[in-house]
């Protein structure tokens, strides 16, 4: 007598399903693992190619033309912020209806103001702040735009600034705070000669 089990069908179709979702469990963890060993390479080959540059970076800087190094060759000087006489007042014209601060600044001292970032507050009758927001009134280079470019020793200038929020006080009724946030002077180095 030949006694042979037959599977069922619904034993077939279990089996078969999850046979497939075994090799694809397999074949999703093989495609993961080697998307991750190529990352892992592209990643280490991006740190080598960053920490290159780190250690060249004195000799890019020494290689870049006058206008761009001389822009790099700056310091942060807190301790010069007496020699930076800073003022803002608020003025209206027939075209606005709401007034507009106009910043005066004086570099008193010998150096180049390379960067000078203030921060403005306008203030009502009643001591109440309305408006406050930071400008830069010395940028490196000149440009157009809000790029005013540097002071040189002893100038003066007269920003007119746009306010980033509606001052629909009168210009009588408000007074200007300013506080200097940033100053950075333009530090000489030694004469390099150039070919």
């Given at each position: 007598?030949?006694?042979?089990?037959?599977?069922?069908?619904?034993?077939?179709?279990?089996?078969?399903?999850?046979?497939?979702?075994?090799?694809?469990?397999?074949?999703?963890?093989?495609?993961?693992?080697?998307?991750?060993?190529?990352?892992?390479?592209?990643?280490?080959?991006?740190?080598?190619?960053?920490?290159?540059?780190?250690?060249?970076?004195?000799?890019?800087?020494?290689?870049?033309?006058?206008?761009?190094?001389?822009?790099?060759?700056?310091?942060?000087?807190?301790?010069?912020?007496?020699?930076?006489?800073?003022?803002?007042?608020?003025?209206?014209?027939?075209?606005?209806?709401?007034?507009?601060?106009?910043?005066?600044?004086?570099?008193?001292?010998?150096?180049?103001?390379?960067?000078?970032?203030?921060?403005?507050?306008?203030?009502?009758?009643?001591?109440?702040?309305?408006?406050?927001?930071?400008?830069?009134?010395?940028?490196?280079?000149a440009l157009e735009g809000n790029w005013r470019g540097p002071m040189l020793p002893h100038a003066e200038?007269?920003?007119?600034?746009?306010?980033?929020?509606d001052l629909s006080a009168p210009a009588a009724g408000l007074v200007g705070r300013v506080e200097i946030?940033?100053?950075?002077?333009?530090?000489?180095?030694?004469?390099?000669?150039?070919?």
């Amino acid at each position: 007598m030949n006694t042979t089990n037959r599977m069922s069908p619904l034993t077939a179709l279990f089996f078969g399903i999850f046979g497939i979702g075994a090799v694809a469990i397999a074949g999703g963890t093989a495609v993961l693992l080697r998307g991750l060993s190529i990352v892992d390479g592209q990643v280490s080959n991006i740190l080598e190619l960053a920490e290159g540059t780190v250690e060249g970076l004195p000799a890019i800087l020494e290689g870049l033309p006058p206008a761009i190094g001389d822009v790099l060759s700056d310091r942060r000087a807190p301790d010069y912020t007496p020699q930076i006489d800073v003022a803002v007042r608020f003025v209206t014209d027939e075209r606005r209806a709401a007034p507009r601060p106009a910043v005066t600044v004086k570099n008193n001292g010998g150096d180049i103001v390379t960067l000078l970032a203030i921060h403005v507050t306008a203030v009502n009758s009643d001591q109440s702040p309305v408006a406050e927001w930071t400008e830069v009134v010395a940028t490196p280079l000149a440009l157009e735009g809000n790029w005013r470019g540097p002071m040189l020793p002893h100038a003066e200038r007269v920003v007119l600034l746009s306010p980033r929020y509606d001052l629909s006080a009168p210009a009588a009724g408000l007074v200007g705070r300013v506080e200097i946030s940033d100053v950075r002077i333009w530090v000489a180095k030694e004469p390099v000669d150039r070919p």
